[in-house]
């Protein structure tokens, strides 16, 4: 197969592999790795993470999903899920030296599931994502990851790391499920048996040859509810998400108009969707977090869509400040928000607020300013037919 030249590049790659490891190996030769694992867990507890799981970085099976899921198109305009090339599926080549994933999970549930059903019903009030009601929480876990690396690094002293919360090439699901935190659901987030679906995932990158938990396995059994419930069915098989029909893909992602044949659907949905959660079996465990970060900011929980619609643009700067929400930009906050008033009830109220901004400088907001006009138009037209 290797001749020559090449034969000897080959010998000499895996020699340096064999070393590098060789080299890990003998850093932590005085270190306990059992207790340092016991110690690891405790602290997670202590920084706030409600589970804690070890995995290896073989992703070979998550390694093909992915494949398929790219050569399905149903990342959309994600060019981001195809750039990096293996480093997604193979820790050690985003982070040279990589043996072993710290997984972690912290819950953001903010209030009784019912409350977010509840308002799914009031077609007059926005509804957000749970998530991205409270603090970026990029940021907490970033931040408690980060103190974990110095406890373990006080106790052991240098080691080689990397933190991780949904910002890079990562495949955090998938490590998840194999550290044991829970098992990838039929909607394709991680659920754990005891308490639901409703958390982050963080990752710390390490050289450290800790032990590695039992994964997970799927306890969805013949359950189809997600599916089922899903208002853009972007949930079009087991496990198997069309990102382009999803309403969080549409309203956070998508940076263009969003497609006419979704809009009906999104509801009142102006910053992603939980449906698939909210209606989930396993979350009638879920309980509400006590993490202050997560807390509703600024009445988000129960704003109505004329009063969001009516902010400025200083207005969403400044009640976004340190929000999840500040990454899809104001013109695209209007964007959402026409939307969900093109499907609230027609009002005088409503009418007033779209033709406010039926002038704006934004094309693709005056164009679906427009659209949600007409769907008021339509319902009067009928209102007088009857």
Request: hydrophobic fraction near 40%.
């Amino acid at each position: 197969m290797f001749a020559g030249k090449d034969c000897i590049v080959v010998i000499i790659l895996c020699f340096l592999k064999e070393q590098t490891l060789t080299t890990f190996i003998d850093n932590y030769a005085d270190t306990n790795m059992a207790e340092l694992k016991s110690a690891v867990v405790d602290w997670c507890g202590e920084l706030g993470f409600q589970k804690t799981g070890i995995t290896d970085i073989d992703l070979a099976t998550a390694e093909e999903r992915l494949a398929d899921w790219l050569r399905a198109k149903f990342h959309g305009s994600m060019d981001y899920m195809e750039r990096h090339g293996s480093k997604r599926s193979h820790p050690e080549e985003l982070v040279a030296g990589t043996l072993r994933v710290i997984s972690v999970r912290m819950d953001y549930l903010p209030q009784d599931q019912e409350v977010a059903i509840a308002l799914l019903d009031d077609g007059s009030s926005a509804y957000i994502s749970r998530y991205a009601l409270g603090r970026d929480y990029h940021k907490v876990l970033r931040g408690r990851l980060r103190a974990l690396a110095q406890r373990i690094e006080e106790n052991i002293g240098e080691f080689g790391y990397r933190v991780f919360v949904d910002s890079a090439p990562v495949l955090e699901k998938a490590l998840a499920e194999k550290a044991g935190i829970g098992w990838v659901g039929k909607h394709t987030n991680v659920i754990d048996r005891d308490t639901g679906s409703w958390f982050f995932l963080g990752e710390l990158y390490t050289d450290l040859p800790l032990p590695v938990d039992v994964p997970e396995e799927s306890h969805c059994g013949s359950c189809t509810a997600c599916i089922d419930i899903c208002p853009t069915k972007a949930i079009v098989g087991p496990y198997s998400l069309d990102a382009r029909r999803c309403i969080s893909y549409l309203t956070i992602e998508n940076k263009a108009s969003i497609p006419v044949e979704f809009r009906k659907d999104i509801g009142n949905r102006i910053y992603g969707c939980d449906d698939c959660q909210l209606f989930c079996p396993w979350n009638k465990f879920a309980e509400p977090t006590a993490e202050k970060d997560f807390a509703p900011r600024h009445g988000l929980d129960t704003a109505q869509l004329t009063e969001l619609f009516a902010w400025s643009r200083d207005d969403w700067l400044e009640k976004t400040e340190g929000s999840a929400i500040r990454r899809i930009g104001f013109e695209r906050w209007l964007r959402n928000i026409a939307v969900a008033l093109g499907n609230a009830g027609t009002t005088p109220k409503v009418i007033a607020a779209l033709n406010s901004r039926k002038d704006d400088d934004s094309a693709m907001l005056v164009e679906h300013v427009h659209w949600a006009l007409d769907q008021h138009n339509t319902t009067i037209t009928e209102i007088h037919e009857v």
